[in-house]
């Protein structure tokens, strides 16, 4: 994805976490085809929104990015979280529009 960043357990509190700008987790399963299918959602706000929001990419399958999931209840992919200081601010699950999608983001701005 362009301007995505894969984040694993180790780095989720830096990239995430403590990030200045709002950040987009999108929790995926390279197995899972409604992920496929919101990638390339995701990669249009990704340019649409380049410098204003930070979109970052969870593998729930990678062992370490299991906790992750678990900490933050992911019982289905695909599945967004809208963080911003720190905080959850929206939670997305399934194939989200862009329209829809825009809008949340606007909001955080």
């Known amino acids: 994805m362009a ?3 894969a984040v694993a357990n180790e780095d989720f509190e830096q990239t995430v976490i403590q990030s200045d700008v709002p950040v987009l987790v999108d929790f995926f399963a390279d197995w899972c085809a409604p992920c ?3 990638t390339p959602i ?6 649409e929104f380049d410098g ?3 979109f970052a990419k ?4 990678v ?7 678990t900490k933050y209840g992911i019982l289905s992919v695909p599945t967004l979280i809208l963080f911003s200081n720190g905080e959850i601010k929206d939670t997305m699950v399934g194939v989200t529009s ?3 999608l825009g809008q949340k983001l606007e909001q955080v701005l």
């Open 3 to 5: 301007n995505t960043t």
């Open 36 to 38: 496929k299918a919101q």
């Open 42 to 47: 995701l990669d249009e706000l990704a340019s």
């Open 52 to 54: 204003r929001i930070k």
């Open 58 to 61: 969870v593998d729930i399958d």
């Open 63 to 69: 062992d370490g990015n299991k906790e992750l999931a």
């Open 98 to 100: 862009k329209s829809k």
